[in-house]
T-cell receptor, first 114, second 114 residues
Framework: GGIITQTPKFLIGQEGQKLTLKCQQN?????MYWYRQDSGKGLRLIYY???????QKGDLSEGYDASREKKSSFSLTVTSAQKNEMAVFLC?????????????FGHGTKLSVL | GEQVEQRPPHLSVREGDSAVIICTYT??????FFWYKQEPGAGLQLLMK?????EINEGQGFTVLLNKKDKQLSLNLTAAHPGDSAVYFC?????????????FGKGTSLVVHP
């Protein structure tokens, strides 16, 4: 089996700071995703990538950048952290981007902004 | 685009009771349906993937019902135990192939009391 590793597990930042979250998968999956999870709002898609060097915007891409320089890794940058922001960022991957493919998730990065 | 409503947002039951979570979707072309379970501090794990063609799907300790006429998907934990305490998400996607990403419900936080 494979695994998705997200680093760091916890991230504390300052208002206005640029923050980078990393995700690695060893499934050899083509598609990777970044979701933001807020209490009561479920999962909202920020960015996804269907292959190396591909980037597609999700519903919540404003305020974020992403990078997929290798098939196995997908990073997300918060371009300017908002004061009192608190959320969990989940990385996921799937074999392909067909609608029938299940997603495999990492354990998340918990962000707190002071 | 697709809208998925999930209810209830919170559910508390006693051990041995049943617990029912319902998702209602809007797009009649929806074809794949997923239930995921998220335990504290972890990512989402797939419980079951359901195809549009099958109305009743049985898993270990739970049943998933698909009612296409009413565009409703339900998860029924038949005799809940404390290990079932988690957040449950439904997800819906269109037919395979193409640029179809799953749409998630907002989640149901289930607590099973001993």
């Amino acid at each position: 089996g494979g695994i998705i590793t997200q680093t760091p597990k916890f991230l504390i930042g300052q208002e206005g700071q640029k923050l980078t979250l990393k995700c690695q998968q060893n499934f050899n999956h083509d598609t990777m995703y970044w979701y933001r999870q807020d209490s009561g709002k479920g999962l909202r898609l920020i960015y996804y990538s269907i292959t190396e060097n591909d980037l597609q915007k999700g519903d919540l891409s404003e305020g974020y950048d992403a990078s997929r320089e290798k098939k196995s890794s997908f990073s997300l940058t918060v371009t300017s952290a908002q004061k009192n922001e608190m959320a969990v960022f989940l990385c996921a991957s799937s074999i392909a981007q067909g609608g029938g493919e299940r997603l495999f998730f990492g354990h998340g990065t918990k962000l707190s902004v002071l | 685009g697709e809208q998925v409503e999930q209810r209830p947002p919170h559910l508390s039951v006693r051990e041995g009771d049943s617990a029912v979570i319902i998702c209602t979707y809007t797009d009649p072309n929806s074809y794949y349906f997923f239930w995921y379970k998220q335990e504290p501090g972890a990512g989402l794990q797939l419980l079951m993937k359901v195809f549009s063609s099958t109305e009743i799907n049985e898993g270990q300790g739970f049943t998933v019902l698909l009612n296409k006429k009413d565009k409703q998907l339900s998860l029924n934990l038949t005799a809940a135990h404390p290990g079932d305490s988690a957040v449950y998400f439904c997800a819906v996607s269109l037919t395979s192939g193409g640029n179809y990403k799953p749409t998630f419900g907002k989640g149901t936080s289930l607590v099973v009391h001993p």
